[in-house]
């Protein structure tokens, strides 16, 4: 049985020259594809696994960056504080889409239970601005005219009490709205200036360690009771969309900064994964382009083959084909 | 079908061709449907060339080739590929038998072509026979001899109809014997279908009856 004519041009077109070569252009296409296909789905695997649990609920996370305190440093107030310079270092970084300084008060807290409680202690205040703070509260604000200060206690301070100090001391344990309950009395003073305020504990932070107060009872105070010297600020608070930046870790790192170091854990893994997957696809690449090159110099031998010898033949059957149905 | 040529010179050989007197090139000549003609021509005289134009493959050449009235510039692709296809065949001087199929495949190719085959594969047979050729029909055409190409070029030129066939030095590689028997089965194949054909080649034969010859 004859072939038919189809089959018969076929069999003229691949000559057989090179057909080691196709079969090998195609196996490297082929793994090339694979392999980027593989680097695509491992970045996009990677993706979803950091994106969709880390930041659920929110589309930005909070870093409280400070200075390292070490042993040379001790001492010595001034180092642990931030210069200008460095302010303004932190705040051009591309990861940094908010930027906030931590006010410390500049003059002398007391606080006191009311009544027969038998509370007093010394602390501090400090204050971000309100984008910052994750507790929304009708009472955060504070004018000069109020004796009340609210107060926005870390959730951690709260946590250290109940489960660790009330349980050894034999002491009660305190709920959050016993805690909101309770007026505190706060003394302020410098020298011999003294001023009380009632303070009112109005929420909770998870996202800031500290005793917050408003901006603008900080500001007051500091002007009234603080010594005239505009301090600098000894922690900074940034807003980043993706804590596990590895340039904002290396950043961190190479500038000997502090942080929570559980918000940044996926950094390394991240470093790794995309380092792997960019080798993965950059092979990949070269492979393709390589895969292509080899095809085209395929088809330019067969073409070559075939003008060669059969340049007028070839053309004429084709002629003849093309217009076989007219 | 009609074939004139109108004063044709090809551009490359043209200087060596006014020098000297030829009875086709610069000429005008019309080819007589269903005559016999043969064209001698020394080596170096544009042989292979004319029959390219004839067959228009090449177009190099000053002066018209007329086919039906019309210089073959002048037909649409389609036309010239159903004339290749029924009315002009054509047997090329280096044979342009395919190395990648086998003899028998080369005629297939030619004889299915066309969609309705003229010939039949009993007639493909028969006239391999002829040739004796049958015996390297399933043989690769990378290792067919000269001659046995020769005799598969010429088969194929006859699966077809037409009414003109083109030769180049169609016995050039044939012992007498096969050059006698091929020239019989062209001359019985040119009287079925009533036609002509225009053989060119080196020196005077008497292989056929040709009615005119000329000197290229």
């Known amino acids: 049985m004859m072939p038919s004519f189809y089959q018969l041009l076929k069999k003229i077109i691949q000559t057989g020259i090179g057909r080691s070569r196709l079969i090998m252009a195609t196996g490297g296409l082929g793994i090339a594809m694979i392999l980027l296909l593989i680097a695509i789905q491992a970045h996009s695997d990677f993706d979803q696994l950091l994106y969709s649990q880390q930041n659920a609920n929110e589309s930005a996370d909070f870093l409280v ?22 302010i303004a270092d932190i705040k051009q970084q591309s990861f940094v889409e908010a930027f ?19 509370f007093y202690t010394d602390m501090f205040f400090e204050s971000v601005p309100d984008t910052f703070i994750d507790v929304k509260n009708e009472e955060w604000k504070w004018t000069p005219a109020d004796n009340t200060i609210p107060i926005i206690l870390p959730n951690d301070f709260l946590n250290l009490y109940n489960f660790g100090f009330a349980l050894s001391q034999d002491l009660p344990q305190i709920s959050q709205e016993t805690v909101k309950a309770i007026p505190m009395k706060i ?15 109005v929420g909770f932070s998870d996202r800031i360690s500290s005793f917050l107060v408003p901006g603008s009872f900080m500001e007051w105070a500091n002007a009234k009771f603080g010594n005239g010297v505009v301090a600098s600020p000894s922690r900074v608070i940034i807003k980043t969309k993706d804590p596990s930046n590895p340039a904002l870790v290396k950043y961190l790192d190479d500038k000997g900064y502090n ?35 080899v095809f085209s110099m395929f088809v330019q031998l067969v073409i070559a083959s075939c003008k060669k010898k059969y340049n007028y033949w ?13 | 079908m009609q074939i004139q040529l ?52 090449r177009t190099d050449y000053t002066g018209q ?33 395919f190395e990648q199929l086998t003899a028998g495949e080369n005629i297939e190719l030619k004889r299915v072509m066309n969609g309705q085959p003229y010939c039949t594969a009993e007639k ?5 026979a002829k040739l004796n050729i049958t015996h390297i029909l399933h043989q690769s055409g990378r290792t067919l001899s000269y001659g046995e190409r020769q005799r598969v070029a010429i088969i194929r030129a006859l699966v077809q109809p037409f009414q003109w066939l083109i030769m180049d030095e169609p016995f050039s590689h044939l012992d007498e014997e096969n050059a006698q028997r091929a020239a019989q089965l062209i001359a019985e194949e040119c009287k079925a279908r009533k036609a002509g054909f225009i053989l060119t080649d080196l020196d005077n034969d008497t292989r056929f009856a040709y009615d005119i010859h000329y000197n290229l």
């Open chain 2, 124 to 128: 493909v047979a028969e006239m391999a």
């Open chain 1, 259 to 293: 942080t929570n170091q559980d918000k940044i854990k996926y950094s390394k893994t991240k470093l790794i994964v995309q380092t792997i997957v960019s080798v993965i696809g950059f092979f990949g690449l070269i492979l393709l382009l390589f895969a292509l090159l």
């Open chain 1, 65 to 86: 960056i400070n200075k390292k305190i070490t042993n040379a440093m001790m001492g010595q107030r001034g180092q642990s504080m931030f210069t200008a310079a460095e």
């Open chain 1, 314 to 326: 070839l053309h004429w059957v084709l002629l003849l084909v093309s217009y076989n149905d007219t």
């Open chain 1, 187 to 201: 003394t302020i003073s410098q020298g011999l200036l003294t001023q009380e305020f009632t303070g009112r504990i």
């Open chain 1, 100 to 118: 906030g300084f931590i006010t410390s008060n500049q003059y002398k807290v007391t606080a006191a239970a009311p009544g027969d409680l038998h």
């Open chain 2, 6 to 57: 109108d004063n044709l010179v090809p551009v490359p050989l043209r200087d060596k061709i006014l020098q000297r007197s030829s009875d086709v090139w610069n000429r005008q000549i019309t080819f007589t449907p269903g005559n016999f003609i043969k064209i001698k021509a020394p080596s170096g005289t544009g042989k292979t060339t004319l029959v390219h134009y004839l067959y228009h493959i």
């Open chain 2, 65 to 97: 080739v007329l086919v039906d009235g019309q210089p073959w510039s002048a037909h649409s692709k389609a036309t010239i590929a159903t004339m290749r296809q029924e009315r002009i065949s054509v047997i090329f001087q280096d044979l342009r038998v």
